[in-house]
């Protein structure tokens, strides 16, 4: 059983940078393809960002140019560099595989306001 857990989020006014980390306890996912995925009340679930084990780096085009999803097998964690962070970023923020989908993680806020 693979368990996630996300950190790094907060408060930060628009235009600001977060680094979220997620660390999985199982080094399995190395060989899978990660994402990062967020959620606002009412809503499903997106996916933001996902890397595949090979290192390739796909993105929503809400955040391109914005969010960097980088990689570290070594440690088994996943991060999501956040740059140019706008209002319509706040949520809660998770990182998962690609289904099949691991027991999802708490998550870890980000609230973007001035």
């Known amino acids: 059983q693979v368990q996630l857990v996300e950190s790094g989020g907060g408060l930060v006014q628009p235009g600001g940078s977060l680094r979220l980390s997620c660390t999985a306890s199982?080094?399995?996912?190395?060989?899978?393809?990660m994402g990062w995925y967020r959620q606002t009340p009412g809503n499903q679930r997106e996916l933001v960002a996902r890397?595949?084990?090979?290192?390739?780096?796909i993105y929503a085009d809400s955040v391109k140019g914005r969010f960097t999803i980088s990689r570290d097998n070594a440690k088994n964690t996943v991060y999501l560099q956040m740059n140019s962070l706008k209002p319509e970023d706040t949520a809660v923020y998770y990182c998962n595989a690609e289904q099949p989908y691991y027991p999802w993680g708490q998550g870890t806020q980000v609230t973007v306001s001035s």
């Open positions: 890397r595949t084990s090979g290192g390739t780096a």
């Open positions: 199982n080094s399995i996912i190395r060989f899978r393809t």
